[in-house]
């Protein structure tokens, strides 16, 4: 089966900087779409950004101009910078991917998650 790790979360003040990684492991046939949820405290789990395997993107509004998503094909990795955090960008952050692996169809994954603290 398909496992993604994550790493990069952690404490940051208020306009500092993270960046996440997410790498897919094991049996990889093919990569779609790959991307990252966040869940805070009491709200439900939503998509922050998201990358499919041509290279669309699309963002939360609320990330806008401060996030940017990327992806290392060669190494099934994406990565999330976070830029001008702020505390409302406390959360755990999810990995998520469309991937196919060998001898299986297509599925929807998840990592473990990662907590990103935006405190003072």
């Known amino acids: 089966q398909v496992q993604l790790v994550e790493s990069g979360g952690g404490l940051v003040q208020p306009g500092g900087s993270l960046r996440l990684s997410c790498a897919a492991s094991r049996n990889i046939f093919s990569i779609y779409a790959m991307g990252w949820y966040r869940q805070a405290p009491g709200k439900q789990r939503e998509l922050v950004a998201r990358m499919t395997s041509g290279g669309s993107t699309n963002y939360v509004d609320s990330v806008k101009g401060r996030f940017t998503i990327s992806r290392d094909n060669a190494k099934n990795t994406v990565y999330l910078q976070m830029n001008s955090l702020k505390p409302e960008d406390t959360a755990v952050y999810y990995c998520?991917?469309?991937?196919?692996?060998?001898?299986?169809?297509?599925?929807?994954?998840w990592g473990q998650g990662t907590q990103v603290t935006v405190s003072s």
């Open positions: 998520n991917a469309d991937v196919r692996a060998l001898g299986y169809s297509p599925y929807n994954y």
